[in-house]
């Protein structure tokens, strides 16, 4: 069985920092490409960045909103992957949810882990 | 950046009503389009990807057409269960794979 957990929401200060974790466990973790989506309360979805395999350059893709702000690793020998955010803003509040692309779509999900930004 | 606007951004129907929901794409995506549904607190649901190609396991009262900039999702006959959110993504080419806004789907 696929499992997907999100971890380290938290409430944070305008301008500060925080590092969600996502641990995987039910497919092979180091051939997968990880997504971040996040959605802002009440809002759509938002892509968020994604970050490719080691086989694949591990090269990583962010949206513009977040790019130079927030980084994704991954660590293929626990089969996570991380977004370090930085800089944050109150426009960053949303729920963040980790998901690992099967093709060209997403298939596994997370729960979500909630991330709000204070002024 | 591709956007995608979906419409409506809301609709009511009832149990066994017809309902169809539009994506379209600000420029070409050939069929790199993908649906998903979304129950209120719960992670999006893979319905359709590719355009038209139902996910296993998802009810085949559900279909996917379209390609190029215009896409539908259509419930043949809507159930209980399909009370919730869908929204279509592109997937074309090279990232943003930017989301539509969604289209609540309630209860008449």
């Not at chain 1, 809002?43 to 395999?53: N, Q, T």
């Not at chain 1, 109150?90 to 991330?115: I, K, M, N």
């Not at chain 2, 591709?2 to 009511?12: C, D, V, Y």
């Not at chain 2, 215009?70 to 997937?91: H, K, M, R, V």
Request: positive net charge.
């Amino acid at each position: 069985e696929v499992q997907v957990v999100e971890s380290g929401g938290d409430l944070v200060k305008s301008g500060g920092s925080l590092r969600l974790s996502c641990a995987t466990s039910g497919f092979i973790f180091s051939n997968a490409w990880m997504s971040w989506v996040r959605q802002a309360p009440g809002k759509g979805l938002e892509w968020v960045g994604r970050i490719k395999s080691k086989a694949s350059g591990e090269t990583t893709d962010y949206a513009a909103p977040v790019k130079g702000r927030f980084t994704m690793s991954r660590d293929d020998s626990k089969s996570m992957v991380f977004l370090q955010m930085s800089s944050l803003k109150t426009e960053d509040t949303a729920v963040y949810y980790c998901t690992a692309e099967r093709g060209s779509y997403y298939l596994f999900w997370g729960q979500g882990t909630l991330v709000t930004v204070s002024s | 950046d591709i956007q995608m606007t979906q419409s409506p951004s809301s609709l009511s129907a009832s149990v066994g009503d017809r309902v169809t929901i539009t994506c379209r794409a600000s420029q070409s995506i050939n069929s790199n389009l993908n649906w998903y549904q979304q129950k209120p607190g719960k992670a999006p649901k893979l319905l359709i990807y590719s355009a038209f190609t139902l996910q296993s396991g998802v009810p085949s009262r559900f279909s996917g057409s379209g390609s190029g900039t215009d896409f539908t999702l259509t419930i043949s006959s809507l159930q209980p269960e399909d009370f919730a959110t869908y929204s279509c993504q592109q997937t074309y080419s090279t990232p943003p794979w930017t989301f539509g806004q969604g289209t609540k789907v309630e209860i008449k």
